[in-house]
Nanobody, 119 residues
Framework: QVQLVESGGGSVQAGGSLRLSCAAS????????MGWFRQAPGKEREEVVT???????EYADSVKGRFSISKDSAGNTLFLQMNSLKPEDTAMYYC?????????????WGKGTLVTISS
């Protein structure tokens, strides 16, 4: 089982930026669906962005144009660049991997990193 560890969360003011990282215990990012999800207090977990085995991406409408997913060349670290942050982006952010294509869902989850945006 792949171990995922997120980092980079913190507290920033609205309009600011953060870059989240997700380190995997072994090479995985170029062979499996990867993604970032978030869960705000009192709300259900939602998908933020996924990147599939062929490199195609799917962004939630709420983050399009502001967030960007990427991975390092070694395939061990996934990033989420978050710009123009809004208070409604406040949530616990989770990294996840699937076993194959994104259509088959996610299997491994990190413990999350907290993002807090103040107005």
């Amino acid at each position: 089982q792949v171990q995922l560890v997120e980092s980079g969360g913190g507290s920033v003011q609205a309009g600011g930026s953060l870059r989240l990282s997700c380190a995997a215990s072994r090479y995985t990012f170029n062979t499996q669906c990867m993604g970032w999800f978030r869960q705000a207090p009192g709300k259900e977990r939602e998908e933020v962005v996924t990147i599939d085995r062929d490199g195609s991406t799917e962004y939630a409408d709420s983050v399009k144009g502001r967030f960007s997913i990427s991975k390092d060349s070694a395939g061990n670290t996934l990033f989420l660049q978050m710009n123009s942050l809004k208070p409604e982006d406040t949530a616990m952010y989770y990294c996840a991997t699937g076993t194959s294509w994104c259509q088959y869902g996610m299997r491994n989850w990190g413990k999350g990193t907290l993002v807090t945006i103040s107005s």
